[in-house]
């Protein structure tokens, strides 16, 4: 349920992102542990802001060596007064398979699925979080605003994959089997679920690769 951009694929290093320094890589790293820690259920849109804070402070932990270039809440109008507004636009290297990858970001205590075993299900703010990405998905797909995304973005990208970031790996693993059934029952399978552990999980690796490189 990861879309290949995200994984962690053997391939030439673009030497750009060693100007980031190990120490600081690995000061991101302990202040995004410390981030969830601290992460309540109130205040949730404060909550979400402070994780903003961090991505837009720390690029590297969303952009590693995977993304050349990134847009933070990129407006993109559907008329003179309304607009969409993803959280965060990254731009792939040319190697591959999207030009373009939209990331919302939600909180990491939220759940996948009702804790019932009757009918199983998932909760219905996940279905709003499903719903706001398919937005951005139509407008981006449109060609009736195909004058804006060009002068959003420089370019009018054809290949996009959609990911969503929240809740906890051990959530979405012990409830795997009914998220994707019902991904696949709604047809959502376009959206990309990726969990807060997940992201740290590839900025570790990330962090590995640096310190090989300083050794060679």
């Known amino acids: 349920m ?3 951009n995200f994984k962690l694929i053997p391939r030439k290093l673009n030497y750009y992102w ?5 120490r600081q890589i690995e000061t991101a790293i302990d202040e ?3 981030l969830l820690k601290r ?3 109130q205040n949730k849109l404060k909550e979400e ?3 903003h804070k961090f ?3 720390n690029s590297f932990f969303l952009k590693r060596d995977n993304y050349t270039k990134s847009w933070y809440e990129q407006r993109l109008h559907y008329n003179t007064k309304n607009y969409h507004e993803p959280d965060y636009s990254l731009q792939p290297n040319t190697n591959y398979q999207t030009d373009l990858n939209i990331l919302e970001v939600k909180l ?3 759940g996948f699925v009702k804790k019932t075993t009757f009918h199983p299900n998932l909760y219905s703010r996940v279905f709003g979080h499903l719903g706001q990405i398919n937005d951005y998905k139509e407008y981006l797909e449109s060609e009736q605003y195909d004058d804006i995304i060009r002068a959003k973005y ?3 990208p054809t290949k996009i994959s959609f990911h969503l970031l929240m809740g906890r790996k051990r959530d979405k693993d012990d409830n795997l089997e009914v998220i994707e059934k019902r991904v696949r029952h709604f047809s959502q399978g376009h959206i990309y679920l990726m969990t807060y552990d997940e992201l740290l999980e590839y900025q570790v690796k990330y962090l590995e690769r640096v310190g090989l490189l300083e050794i060679q």
């Open 2 to 4: 990861l879309s290949e």
């Open 18 to 22: 060693l100007a980031d320094n190990k």
């Open 32 to 34: 995004y542990i410390k």
């Open 39 to 41: 992460t309540h259920r």
């Open 49 to 51: 802001k402070l994780y």
């Open 55 to 57: 991505f837009n402070e």
């Open 108 to 110: 990491p205590n939220e």
């Open 154 to 156: 420089g370019w009018r």
